[in-house]
């Protein structure tokens, strides 16, 4: 139902545009109430939110150009396809909130406030990237956010860490600690959830579930695939990750969760990537062509706010195809910075190993071999 403002906001019933039907799309643990079930939408925001999900989805396509170029080298995974996540609970926290993810970081870097130009650049090992071309893919910062983290499921205790934190400075300031449904196996999670639980820590754990750990389906990796019910003792909802509205009214909910002091939260946001699960997994031996194309045309996260918005007058296709070639030109002239900054050089290779000490002398490669660290 459109609301008052005619065409410059939206109401959406149900997190989707349709009657409302309870909990539809949020099941719930150990909660008596979740989300509401109406979220408003204006045009200002969607269009934003389209803004967002499309530069990240531009961004990635170009990823997948250069690493297919042999311009980009080493691990790279891509988030095209789950755009909705990354919007979605950024709309819903503050800039001094905390994020902390795994390797298919991309798109959390571009919402936490880096450039496309540095994304890209650190991508290709430039000197201009985000992390001085150090960090590649995987290693990616920004204020409030700590990466961009190699080791399955490793960023989970330091998201709990963060959360510590965030209680012991009385901040009220909450830390979102991400994974994916392959390292929701792990032990050090579990750890994690207890000391959360034990001592009320304000941190939203969200399972990003894309339905295949590397090429694994969830099926056949994990006895219970009720992700957000595995705290047990810590309540969880589970929502639509491709719905970007879904995404942020759960976001919100959650992070009001930890800042009333209840401790912990989990969500599960149920998304799907478009490529496989690194640049070296073509994506098909293990689920069929057949299935990514029926989630493209049916769930595709960008598609399906722009079809809401056309379909409620909120913007009209000019104004897509505007922002559309916007983001185009802005994702080619970061490419040409990411193609053309120059590399860090050797002297530069042991710097910044801390962040603030005198000159440090560091092993080579033998022992014979010094480089020098400044901060």
Not at 81 to 110: M, V
Not at 209 to 221: F, I, L, Q
Request: charged share 25%.
């Amino acid at each position: 139902a459109v609301s008052t403002r005619a065409a410059s906001a939206l109401l959406v019933s149900g997190c989707a545009d349709r009657p409302v039907r309870t909990r539809e799309k949020c099941d719930l643990h150990r909660l008596e109430e979740g989300p509401p079930v109406r979220a408003e939408l204006t045009r200002e925001q969607g269009l934003q939110y389209y803004r967002t999900m499309q530069t990240v989805r531009r961004m990635e396509l170009k990823a997948d150009q250069l690493y297919k170029q042999k311009i980009i080298r080493g691990f790279c995974h891509l988030y095209d396809g789950q755009e909705a996540c990354a919007a979605g609970i950024e709309a819903a926290i503050n800039p001094s909130d905390h994020l902390i993810t795994a390797y298919r970081a991309h798109g959390y870097t571009y919402t936490r406030g880096v450039s496309v130009k540095e994304i890209l650049a650190e991508l290709t090992g430039r000197r201009g990237g985000v992390a001085k071309g150090k960090g590649g893919s995987m290693h990616m910062y920004a204020p409030h956010f700590y990466g961009g983290n190699g080791i399955v499921g490793a960023q989970v205790p330091l998201g709990a860490g963060i959360a510590l934190a965030c209680q012991y400075q009385g901040n009220n300031q909450v830390c979102v600690t991400l994974y994916g449904d392959g390292a929701a196996n792990q032990g050090q999670l579990f750890e994690s959830y207890n000391m959360a639980a034990l001592w009320k820590l304000p941190c939203i754990f969200i399972c990003e579930n894309n339905k295949y750990g590397m090429g694994t389906s969830v099926e056949r990796a994990a006895a219970s695939t009720d992700y957000y019910k595995r705290g047990d003792f810590i309540p969880g909802l589970r929502v639509d990750g491709m719905d970007v509205l879904c995404v942020r009214e759960a976001a919100q909910f959650a992070a009001d969760h930890c800042r009333a002091g209840k401790g912990p939260i989990i969500m599960e946001l149920q998304t799907y990537r478009y490529h496989g699960h690194s640049m070296s997994d073509p994506g098909v031996s293990y689920r069929t062509r057949e299935e990514i194309q029926e989630v493209r045309s049916k769930s595709d996260p960008i598609s399906m706010l722009k079809e809401r918005m056309l379909s409620h007058n909120m913007a009209s296709v000019e104004e897509f195809k505007e922002i559309d070639i916007e983001i185009r030109k802005q994702v080619e002239e970061a490419t040409q910075f990411a193609t053309s900054d120059p590399e860090p050089p050797l002297e530069e290779l042991c710097n910044h190993i801390f962040s603030n000490n005198p000159l440090l002398e560091v092993r080579g490669t033998n022992p014979w071999s010094k480089l020098k660290s400044v901060s």
